[in-house]
């Protein structure tokens, strides 16, 4: 048997501000080597959540435990194994990157030299610009470093708050090679935050989506996604016949439109082998499956379902 | 605990702002100094003016430890807006920046982060009033050198020899750093309530200007609540310009200022450590 390690274990969180609840009874597990989805909508709780994480904000009512010990009594033995990134990337903007980093890293409970603190930021593309104030930054760079910030002290557990605000395409990709590299080569654990499920999908294993404070779905990645209906356009030679074999058939409510000889299907990744059988059976020749996953709209469909 | 208060020392250090307040000392105790060369003789013959017709007054009374004497006088009123400048920032700053976020989220207690903080404060207003003190007495030296120090009081005039002077301005500055390390306990006390350094700079000059005003109006009301109020000891250094010096006053003044310091950083401490960081 297989004894998963649980490195976060969230049980009953909750959080109000005055009259609002940022976030109710929330519960999450996240295991050793899990790269993690936290998704949500804008204001569902994520960063509230991850404050609460990292000590920033107290919670109103339930326990949050971080590598087994109780994160309210052993706050600070838990923190020196974590790096985070909290939403926008800040920094004392007069000082330079490596200032920056060399206040942070005489702060994280271990001894790092001058030499790691270099590596590190080269690691990010930084090196170069270590001497520059942080006023002179782009917000890419200033992103760039709070990674750096975060991998400094060689955390078992990174925590990265929407990594990805404002970074271009390139830097998109850089951050999800990162993410790939560091989970693994480097065997961390990743907790990522992002409302866009996208993003979420290319990394992670694991994956949790809230709204209003509340889970709304939980699971492996793979198979949430599986679960969800997927667009699948299928070209067929006649495309008049296939059609009308489908209007008269079970498959008439999963047609979507026809277009030139194109058909789109609302399906379910396990249907669309018997949708291709069912055509050709019939003597409609498919030439091509195009399946698309609606990752949008299933996100915009379960966060809906839970307002 | 001291790498914590040499790191915000270094943080404090590498701002702009914080150098205000020497700019400032040393521009007007400069300035100061000089209009007291050439103008001095007469305001300390307007000053004696009324004590001529019964002394006869010998030796270099216009020299540094008078110089020194009005300087303080008229600086320790001034001060406080230069260290609720720094003080008013500590906190406040950390939050306008964002920068709460990668300082607490290090596996340092609250208390000790808000503790380092208070020290370096105080180590800054210290260095303000030392450096007032080298600008005062340093330039005063140079300038007039030294000799007795004439002490006019409404209805009284001391005159403390030369050699009798020194470690009265010493204990004056440690007194007068006192008073103003309750200036930046309560500037970082403001602090830690807002999200902006203008806040606790404002907050912090409004609430000495009301003090002042209290002490300074002769109504019953008033009078029974002055004992209570900081602003009525912070210009208590000039207890030392006695003679004797009235030693029971001067530890009362002590320990109130000091009473004021403790209360003011443990309601400070208190607050930082139950804040929600939101910024």
């Known amino acids: 048997m297989i004894i998963e390690d649980k490195v976060i274990e969230v049980r009953g969180l909750t959080k109000d501000f005055k009259e609002i609840r940022a976030v109710d009874s929330l519960s999450v597990n996240v295991y050793r080597g899990d790269v993690f989805g936290f998704l949500g909508p804008n204001g569902a709780g994520k960063s509230t959540t991850i404050r609460m994480l990292l ?6 009512e339930g326990s949050i435990k971080i590598f087994g010990k109780s994160l309210m009594e052993d706050r600070n033995d838990i923190l020196k194994d974590i790096g985070a990134i909290i939403e926008n990337p800040a920094f004392y903007n007069y000082l330079s990157a490596y200032k920056n980093l060399e206040i942070l890293s005489r702060m994280s409970g271990r001894e790092i ?3 790691k603190i270099m590596e590190t930021l080269e690691t990010v593309g930084l090196k170069e610009r270590s001497a520059s104030k942080v006023k002179t930054y782009s917000h890419g760079m200033k992103q760039r470093l709070g990674i ?5 002290h060689d955390p078992e557990l990174i925590i990265l708050d929407e990594p990805t605000t404002g970074l271009d395409p390139q830097g998109m990709k850089e951050i999800r090679d990162l993410i ?5 080569e480097k065997n961390k654990t990743i907790f990522l935050s992002s409302h866009i499920l996208s993003e979420v999908e290319q990394v992670a294993n694991r994956m949790i989506i809230i709204n209003k404070g509340k889970t709304v779905v939980e699971g492996k990645v793979q198979e949430l996604l599986d679960s969800a209906e997927m667009k699948v356009t299928i070209e067929v030679d006649d495309v008049e016949a296939a059609g009308q074999l489908i209007k008269d058939s079970g498959w008439a409510g999963k047609l979507l439109s026809i277009n030139n000889n194109k058909m789109v299907f609302d399906v379910k990744t396990d249907e669309i082998a018997l949708l291709n059988k069912y055509l050709v059976s019939n003597n409609i020749s498919v030439s091509s499956i195009v ?3 609606s990752l949008e709209e299933y996100f915009l469909k379960i966060t809906n379902e839970s307002n | 605990m001291l790498q914590l208060v040499q790191i915000e020392l270094y943080k404090i250090f590498r701002k702009w702002r914080s150098y205000i307040g020497f700019i400032a000392i040393g521009v007007l105790g400069v300035i100061i100094q000089i209009a007291m060369l050439y103008e001095g003789q007469k305001s300390l013959d307007f000053m004696t003016q009324n004590l001529r017709d019964s002394f006869v007054f010998v030796g270099n009374l216009l020299n540094g430890f008078l110089v020194s004497y009005l300087i303080l006088n008229m600086l320790t009123v001034h001060i406080p807006f230069l260290i609720a400048l720094v003080a008013g920032d500590l906190l406040a700053g950390e939050a306008t920046a964002g920068t709460y976020r990668i300082l607490l989220t290090r596996p340092v207690s609250r208390f000790k982060v808000v503790s380092s903080k208070f020290i370096a404060g105080n180590i800054y207003t210290f260095s303000l009033i030392l450096w007032l003190a080298i600008v005062s007495l340093g330039v005063g030296a140079i300038l007039f050198g030294f000799g007795e120090l004439i002490v006019i009081r409404t209805g009284s005039v001391l005159i403390l020899d030369r050699a009798d002077v020194l470690w009265r301005f010493l204990l004056a500055y440690g007194f007068a750093a006192l008073g103003m390390s309750v200036v930046c306990s309560l500037a970082l006390f403001f602090s830690s309530l807002v999200e902006n350094a203008i806040g606790p700079i ?6 000495i200007i009301v003090f002042i005003i209290v002490s300074a109006i002769n109504i019953d009301l008033f009078k029974s609540i002055r004992p209570y109020l900081f602003t009525n000891y912070m210009l208590s250094w000039r207890l030392f310009f006695s003679d004797p010096v009235d030693i029971s006053k001067v530890l009362e003044a002590v320990l109130i200022l000091f009473g004021h310091i403790i209360f003011l ?3 400070t401490a208190i607050i930082f450590k139950r804040k929600d960081i939101l910024s």
């Open chain 1, 113 to 115: 030299s001058s030499n």
């Open chain 1, 148 to 152: 750096a910030q975060a991998l400094l």
């Open chain 1, 55 to 60: 000590t920033l904000i107290r919670p109103k």
């Open chain 1, 291 to 293: 399946p698309t996953r």
């Open chain 1, 180 to 184: 790939n590299y560091l989970s693994k």
């Open chain 2, 202 to 207: 404002v907050s912090t000059m409004a609430v």
């Open chain 2, 265 to 267: 950083f443990s309601i």
